[in-house]
């Protein structure tokens, strides 16, 4: 683990985490005093506490931008921190194309521009056991979907990283993975309201180890779903292919988080948050069960399709 001992941790490494827990002190006070309409412009105060989110305790922000999965540097939780800034995210550019009325390619401020930032603290939860709970900051999916208005035949989404062969980032000079990392979600998930377009946390711009600048955050599947620093999104009438579910059925098309997989190799009952000794329990649907349950009518489609092929 990489994950440092209190004494490791600089001051102006938790400057950033305090002001903003002062900061989100402070706005929720000032909004029971004195009501919405008063509040400080601050980019906090343009983003509203979501009924979405969580209660539970934040994972510290060091800890959120040191220990971090995120190939396209190096495997080791530490590569990405030391090694993101090799990520050029100015400037960027979304290309949104497929089953859409007018195939586009939208600076990122165009393509933000339209959206109010909301913050929306989410339990994370990765295939390798360990889970933190992170505040966002970011915007629905579906309206970015809304607003590309999508053809009927539109039925998933797809994700692509960015990747230049020309000028692959470290971890893309090994064939750890294909080339972009790619990533999916059939529609009706992508449009659900829990399902985020990322650009923040801890109410600042998203750091790069965390998939700047814009990332996707879907947070009751598995954290390999929660594709980085996106270039692409194409809506597809096809079921696309997504890198972690080329590599091995074990990582499932769908990966919701599920519990009593004894099919999967990576069925764990159990998981750990970072910054706690005692293993907690995963919940069903990483606790999002209530919210998106009635996506899966006939369950877990992962495993139905498994059942299938051994038949
Ligand atoms: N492009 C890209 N996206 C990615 C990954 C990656 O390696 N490359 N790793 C995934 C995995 S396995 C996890 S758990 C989360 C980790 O996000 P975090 O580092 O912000 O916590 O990002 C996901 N998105
Ligand atoms: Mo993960």
Known sequence: MVIKSPSDITPSETTSESIYRQRRRFLQQSAALLGSALLPTTPLAAAPRSPYSTDEPLTPLKS???????????TQKGDPSLRASALETEPWSVSIDGEVAKPTRFTLEDLLNPFSMEERNYRHRCVEGWSMVIPWLGFPLAALIKRVRPTSRAKYVA???LYDADRPLPGQQRRLLKWPYQEALRIDEATHPLTLLATGLYGDPLPNQNGAPLRLVVPWKYGFKSIKSIVRITLTEQRPKTTWNEMSDDYGFYANVTREHPEFKWSFNRERRIGELQKRDTLPFNGYAEQVAQLYPNGDPDLNLRRAHRR
């Open 159 to 161: 994700f692509t990283s």
């Open 64 to 74: 959120i931008t040191s220990y971090n999965n995120f190939y396209e540097f190096g």
